[in-house]
């Protein structure tokens, strides 16, 4: 575990680009015998997997967290540390909707696997993964949480310094007239000015924003600003 650490901290260190990022993360995956590699970040409308597997089963398996039947994530953001898991091994011992995920894992080849998640800003988590066709994992009992930590944390850092383009990523749009008024609100003008400058009424613009806001869980428009700036939209 020490050995894969240091890797992961040389990673972050030395990563230039995004193909050497993704290079060097296949190489340590294949270095410690995973078949893949999985680091995911957690955020409402700022969600994105960076991984080599198969994007059939990174569909799936985003599927399962947004339906809340994903036991490695809940039990990341529940724990907040590393931990390996095993769905052999928990097959059989966990509710019928873990056995789903463990299930389908199992036809992509996975049963195994190390987790460790790190806390981000406002409230979200990222998570590295390496996962196994082995049916148990041997030798990665002993993980040191805060070193672990240590190194995904820097980890994330790279990949947001980065930009790393995403193997899938949540998708954001804005209507139109959703990303006009939401310019002019990134401007400094009020909803009552949008209406204004844009000739209609200010139910008009405000249901819009509301619309927006629902649609990704928002609480408010500023947040909304800050996604569709983040996304490039306006």
Known sequence: MNQLVAGLLEIGAVAHDDATLKTALAGLTERFEFTGYEFAKLLPCDFYVISNLSPDWLKRSRKLDLEQRHPIIKRAQQFRRAFTWSGTQEMGNVPEEDQA???????FGIHSGVAIPIAISNGGISVLSFVSAKKVLRGWEEIDP?????AVGQ?????????VTPSIQESFYLSPKEATYTRWLSL???????????DVKYNTVRIAL????????????????AQAIRRGLI
């Open 101 to 107: 995920f463990y299930e389908t894992a199992s036809q």
């Open 146 to 150: 805060i070193a672990a930590s240590s």
């Open 155 to 163: 980890l994330h850092a790279r990949i947001e310094q980065l930009k």
């Open 188 to 198: 400094g003008k009020t909803v009552e000015d949008t209406a204004k400058i844009e």
């Open 210 to 225: 509301a619309e927006a806001r629902r649609r990704y869980d928002l609480c408010n428009n500023t947040q909304l600003v």
